[in-house]
């Protein structure tokens, strides 16, 4: 993973996983889909890993 990445402890996913419907929670949702940086993270997964982040947040993008 890129260590210049903060995707895995982002402050917004972790509000996220505890309330997925609040609007900080929903707006990081959206903004995944766009984000340079989530596509950097999202890609340096193994592809077991990128499954897994699929089936979590139903992201379909990449």
């Given at each position: ?21 609040s609007l900080v929670g929903r707006f ?35």
């Amino acid at each position: 993973m890129n260590e210049e990445c903060k995707c895995a402890s982002c402050p917004m996913r972790a509000k996220y996983e505890q309330k997925p419907k609040s609007l900080v929670g929903r707006f990081w949702r959206w903004h995944i889909n766009f984000c340079p940086g989530w596509k950097g993270y999202f890609n340096s997964l193994t592809p077991t890993e990128q499954q897994t982040v699929r089936d979590k947040y139903g992201f379909t993008k990449y």
